[in-house]
Structures are given as structure tokens and as C-alpha cells.
């Protein structure tokens, strides 16, 4: 065939050259805390700073134009997914949204796990993964020559989450060690909590578990966290803790955890955050929440300016942004 | 921490400097159709006007560069998510697309319309928002910071449609003022036909209301138009009409309204416009419909340049980019 | 009214001018394989040749900016929106997903897909229809001014698969004249299956058909082949073959297609590609699949070379962006 000359010459292509491939994200997967070092986290953070100030002062770049980020959630999750699209895209990226959870048609044809991920990445440079099975994303990991991050594996692991909220904390309030850190609610059954707990055992702090009886942080958790040392207080009541925390971490009881709704409906509504209650807590210190809230935390409460959960929203969105232009070479 | 160079010069960032933030819509919602007068809409108007010509000659641009929409639908509707996403990306704006409108997974655990809104506003820069009860969009007006446009709130307000319908008939007809406009079909629970007469009569027209009995403008409608002093007709069949009118505006009988399926068969088939009955209708003027048509216009119309209905869904595209762009200060 | 400045100078555009209107391709509707010729297709794999190179070196370019493609799929299927989306996306074109292929609000109010097609195509440049009945894509076509792209019409066509299909024939062997290549599995309603052998009439090959009785392919498809010259072979096992081929061709047999559930409970398993049938093959011949797979190739298979099923995967991406580029005038 005779050559002709090309059509076209990569009109407003971007260099896909890694600018940072020794970030320590460059092409990594992202599918626990555990793979996390203080010294990265400061990295990230880092990052997740800078994406903030893009964000606020002009809403968007080029960093991952010439990227698509697959966004495969075989559960819906509203908040998680749409944080990822807006981080994708306020990088300039672009998104391939498989966000229904219901009806995978190749799934249903009885297509495999690492089958549709294999088909995935041909199409993407980096796939987010949701799925109700723990290991899921590994598996998905395994296969994909492609970056795989972690967007919540059933009662796995959720890692972002985890970033962002230590992300909050240090935002917030300038600093992780020294902190007094109380988590509160669901213990037992929360993958935000168990999380985060093990991220902090990384940092000088103190934690106190706050819950009923049946809804206890695990055991094996629990020995994790004292043998590195972390001084730990439990109670039942929140109360015994407000007037000294520094972070006050409030989870919702999950309904679909439970099996038995009468145990359900005897704990549901234990704790509430209060105005009142509030009033009892330190001038600089904050409330966070991964939510949905469901009643744990008074709507009142919104007003005060201690009430950083709608900003640690806004923190997954940075953190988001920063991992996905970190594990891409581009910051 | 040592400060380190930025890694990125937001490359490719447009400025977020509102280059018009006293435009009247800067920041503004848009919820209800009481809120423009003959001033802002010529104003409106007349931005739709560059957005057709924008969109005519190079289909997009940069303007909304940066700019995150939520496009969040609790119930579905192809014909307006589409118009408002494909208006966002052709401004070179991104989307984040919540349409399903089945199962938000943050809904079904019970949150609620607030904290879903406080919590898309961290992600987006405008909302728009789809939902099946009355009030919902100034619900999320009240707590966003970003501008909310309703783009439906059951049988309240879509103000959108009737700026898109008032848009069509200028363009047609290169006015407003002096035309006789006929409504016919479900002039009851038709809620196109209410915001549109809302809009119409701040203008110099003639209204003539088409209906079967049970389907008649309601009554306080009626005294609201009356009382504007616009000349007002009443009539059960379309042909006392057809020879005088400028615009004939056609709706559905929808099923969906009726609780009585037998009323629904007896009315749904009142009104067919056919090409016989163009034949008595005026040269210049046109047939309009919110569309989806079920039976109410025979398609063998759709070849008479009159039926304007196809090109009133594209005016939907020209001034949902004219809102869009105002609401944000860029035009 | 006044004159005033036009606000904005369309920033960021580009030319809406055709670069080559005459490719054969620009403003065609794609429906069938049957519209193509060995010149038009040679064509059109030079093209995708550059957007491999294209993706591989920038990730996407700027070529269809100023564009949008609506993505209608009146049922589900994942992998091929997916393909289109990445297309159009990694082209600089914006996207409508419509992807859910559940609930369509106007179907569900009775809305007809001609009214839908015109509705939809007010908001775009291009259609990408994905539908249930056979012959809905000519339908659109015939109402569409815009081109409309059929991605499946139930048991009728679905030509972009036809044409990835032997895009990765002549990629992985250089050539499509002299090979012999081999269908195996379900023949009688296997879509793809049909759709390439239709295009490698026009070439100089052998074919090989391998199908238990009850899913031999169709008689006059079989007389169609024959009437070209075509040599033709019929087995019922793989092995009589597979030391010959230089393409494997393999399909899933569809469970949906049966009415009769033993009937596909006895066909299910005939044929399994193992790494033992692998060792008999040729050294230089490829494996292929449209997938999903449930099981007629042993994954154990995906580390051979051979295993072709994942570069066609990616393939797919190349044709689906050479035929945007092709239909928009643009390659």
C-alpha cells in the first residue's frame, strides 16, 4: 500500500512521559492502607494540597488529558463513584462510566471478574473498582496491566477513604501526632473505622473506641493497635470522652450489617451528636463523618464550624486527584 | 516540610473570573418561572441566540472549561438530562451523570435530599436536579452554595422547558408580542402548559385554552391570566381555533396523571393534528409540543415546515447553554 | 434591541470543516457489513493503524472536539458502549450516555424510536444505537440526518464487530488472502459469526465450519459462501482442523438464544480450547473470541501468544475511533 501522509498530527495531544515515575505510586495499585508509609502520605497530602488550590483557583487542568479512567462499580455508590468522575475530569481526563451496579450484561452472560478487567483496559489507562466481594480488587489487580485503585471491596478494604480522612484530620488541624482521636458509632462492622484506625498506629496518638457492647472494634484489631504501642480507651458512652478529643470520628450503624433487625433498631439511634453535647467539647477540635449520616449527627450541628464533614467531602476529592495523577507519573 | 517546586502550572486552566457576574443570573438559581421578567428573558434570549450560532459553526467551546454540572436525577428523563449534558459538554464544561434515577445507593441508606446536595456541591459548580416531589429544588437551593436549576420537580415547575418554549416562539415567529396562542390538550395537569401561560402573560397576546372538560385550565390559572388583562378563549374543539392562531402548542394527555384509566381512553384521542387540518391553519405559524407526541400529531405533519417541535427540542440545547453559562458568570 | 459585543469568540474551537469528505465514509450511516468493499476497508484500517499509534503515544488528540456522540443502548452491553465511549472520548469528543438500557423515560410514555432518534439527534453530531429488534438501526437512519451507528440490532447486524474482527486478521498476520480460517461453536446464531464471514467472502480464503448439529451455520449462508468460490469444510470437531488454521475463531454459545434449555445444556461444553489442543496448532496462527467467554477457552490459554482475544478487544477501540473520525469527515 502506497503511504500516504498521516491525517492528522496529535492535535492537542499532551506528552504521556511520567514527569515523577519514582513518586512510589507511578503504575501501583491501590488496594489497601497497609501499603501506605508516613512517608508517602506526606507525599500524597502534598499533592492533595496542591489539587485543592487548582480546584479553588481554577477548577481544572490538563495533567491527564490523553487518559480515561475506567470507573467500574458492580455496586452503586453515588459518592464514591461521582468523586472519582469529578477528580478525573477536573485533571482533564476523561471517563468511561460503568456505574449502574445492577445489570453488568457481560456479567450476567456469566463473564469472569478478571475477564471484563482485561476487557476494561484495553479501553482505559486506569480502572476504579468497586465490588461487594472482599479480594475482589486484588484479583482484578492480579490480571490488569493497568493501575487498579481500590474503590471499596464488601467488607475489605476502602482505602481512599482512609486517605482522605487522615487527609482531613491533618488539614484541619495542622497535624496528626499528638491528637486524641475518638471514633464513635459502629466499630464492629466499619470498614471506614478499621481503616483509619490502622493508618493512625502510624502516628503518635491517642484513641478511644466509643460503641454498644455488640458493636466493639474486633479483638484482633484492637491487640494491632496496642502492641504498637497506642495508648487506648474504651467506653460506652461519648460522653466520657468529648471534653478531650481533638477528633471526633461518628459512623453510622449500617441496617444492612445486621441480620437481626431487633438488634438493629436497639442501637441504631445510641449515639447523637448534639448541639448540646457539643458545647462540652474543646474550642479547636472537629467532628467528621465518612457519611450518609442517618441521625447520628443533629443537622444543628451543621452550623458549627467544628463540623467538617461536608469538607472531608471535599478532601476526597483532592486525595482522589492526587492518587490518580500520582499512580499515572504525573505528579 | 521543605517547599517543593509545583509540579504543574495548571496547564490548559481557564480563568474562573465571572466576566459578567451582573448579568442578573450570576450565581443565581433557577426554580421557578416567577422569577424572569420581559428583561432578563431578552437577555437570555439573546445569549441562546450565540449558542446556536456557536454550536452551528464549531459545535463548542472552552467557556465552561474547569466547570464541573451534577446532572442528579431521582427520576428518569432522557430528553432533559440529555439536553442539559450534551449543553455542559458542548461549553467545554464535564458532567458528572447521576441519572439512573432508580436506586441511589446514599438514598436508599436513608440520607437525605440536603446531605446528598451538600455533599455533590463539594464535587460540581452547578446542579441540576431532577426530582418526582414538589419543592425538592428549593430545598437544595436553600442549602447549596452552588447555583441548583430545577429541572423538574414533579407536578411543580421545569422552568427550563417553558424558557425553551417562549425561546421557539420568537425564533419562529421573530416575536412575541400581538400573536394568539393556542394551548390544547391536558391544559389541567399539564405543567408545561401552566409555567408557559405564566410566562406569556407579562406579553401583548391572545390565549385560547383547547381542552375536554375535565382537563380545562384550572381555575386559578384562568383569574391569574384574566386578571393581566389578556383576552382569554375556552373551546372543546381545535378547529374554532386552527385558521386564526400564530402558535398551535399541542400536549399529551398523560396517562400517568389519571387514576381513572377509563377517563384517561375517553380523552387520550380528543385531539389528533393532522395534515388536513394544517390545511386551514394560517401560512406563517407553527405547531409546537413538548414531546414525547403519543398520537396527538399525526407524523405525516412532521413534513410541514410549521412543525416546529423538533426544532424547539434543539432551542432546549441553546438555552440550557444560555443558563448554564449565565448562572456561572460567563456570559 | 441594541447590538451588543458578542460575548465570547468561540475559545477552543475547532473547524467543523470536513478534512476529507470523500472518504467514502462522511455523513454515511453505518448499518451493515454488506456497505463495505475490500477498497473501503483497506481504508478504514489505515486509519485505525493511526489511531492505534495515536493512543499508544498520547492517549487521545483533539480531532473530534466540537463533537458529540449520543451512546443509545436500548439494552445493555458494556463492552461495546464502553469501546465507543473510550473512542470518542480519546477522539476529544463529548459523549451522551444512555447506556442504561432499562428504562427509557420517552419509550416508557410510548414515545416511538423515530421521535427519539429526532430528538436525540438536536443534541449531537453522531448516533450510536444499540437495539433489541432487527432492522431498529435502519430505521433511525432513514429519520436521522446526522449519521447513525449500528452497535447491534438484535439477532440482525453488528457490522463494528465484523470489522474489528477482521481488522485483527490482517493486524496479527499481515494479510486476510490465503489464510484459513476456522469458526467454531455456535454457527447457527452466532451474530459475529455470520457478520465476518459475510466480509471474508470478499477475500481469497478457506473456512472451516465446526458446530454440533444442532448449531450448523445457516443453509443460505452456507450457499452464499459457496456461490463465491469460497472452499468450505463442515466438522463436528476442532481437531480435524486445528493443525491447519491460521485463525481460530471462537464463540460462546449463547444460552439466551434457547428455548429449550437441555438442548443448550447438551452443546454447551463441545468445544473447550485447552493448551494441549494448543500444542497441535500451527506456531504462527492466532486464537480469537468475541467474548465474553464462559468457558470455551481454558484461560489457562490467555499465556499463549496465539491468544489473540484481548488485542481484539483493544482493536475494537481502534475501528470504533477510525469510524467516528470516518463518518465526521475527519480521517
Do not use: W
Request: proline share 5%; glycine share 6%; with cysteine.
Amino acid at each position: 500500500m502506497v503511504t500516504r501522509p498521516r491525517l492528522f498530527q496529535f492535535d492537542g495531544a499532551v506528552s504521556r512521559e511520567p514527569v515523577n515515575p519514582n513518586n512510589g505510586f507511578y503504575m501501583q495499585d491501590i488496594l489497601s492502607v497497609s501499603q501506605f508509609n508516613r512517608e508517602n502520605l506526606a507525599y500524597l497530602f502534598d499533592v492533595a494540597e496542591e489539587m485543592r488550590e487548582l480546584v479553588r483557583r481554577v477548577g481544572a487542568c490538563d495533567l491527564l488529558k490523553g487518559y480515561v479512567m475506567a470507573c467500574v462499580f458492580y455496586e452503586p455508590s453515588t459518592r464514591t463513584s461521582s468523586s472519582f468522575i469529578a477528580a478525573m475530569e477536573r485533571l482533564g481526563g476523561a471517563v468511561i462510566p460503568i456505574t449502574q451496579g445492577v445489570q453488568f450484561s457481560s456479567v450476567a452472560k456469566g463473564e469472569s471478574l478478571p475477564d471484563t478487567i482485561k476487557t476494561l483496559e484495553q479501553y482505559s489507562d486506569v480502572i476504579v473498582l468497586r465490588h461487594p466481594e472482599v479480594g475482589a480488587a486484588k484479583i482484578a489487580a492480579d490480571v490488569a496491566e493497568v493501575p487498579v485503585i481500590n474503590a471499596g471491596d464488601g467488607i475489605g478494604e476502602h482505602p481512599t477513604q482512609a486517605l482522605l480522612d487522615l487527609f482531613t484530620i491533618q488539614e484541619e488541624l495542622g497535624r496528626i501526632d499528638g491528637l486524641h482521636i475518638a471514633m464513635v458509632g459502629d466499630l464492629r462492622f466499619g470498614r471506614t473505622v478499621h481503616s483509619l484506625t490502622k493508618l493512625l498506629t502510624m502516628y503518635d496518638v491517642r484513641l478511644s473506641f466509643v460503641s454498644p457492647e455488640i458493636l466493639r472494634l474486633p479483638l484482633d484489631l484492637m491487640n494491632e493497635v496496642r502492641a504498637k504501642g497506642i495508648p487506648v480507651y474504651e467506653t460506652y458512652d461519648v460522653a466520657d470522652v468529648i471534653e478531650d478529643v481533638d477528633v471526633l470520628y461518628v459512623t453510622r450503624v449500617q441496617k444492612e450489617r445486621f441480620t437481626d433487625l431487633n438488634a438493629y433498631e436497639q442501637v441504631k439511634n445510641y449515639y447523637v451528636i448534639t448541639p448540646e453535647l457539643m458545647k462540652r467539647a474543646k474550642e479547636r477540635m472537629i467532628v467528621m463523618h465518612p457519611l450518609p449520616r442517618v441521625g447520628e449527627i443533629d443537622p444543628a450541628v451543621d452550623r458549627d464550624p467544628r463540623a467538617a464533614y461536608f469538607r472531608q467531602v471535599a478532601n476526597g476529592l483532592y486525595i482522589r486527584m492526587a492518587l490518580l495523577a500520582a499512580v499515572l507519573g504525573k505528579a
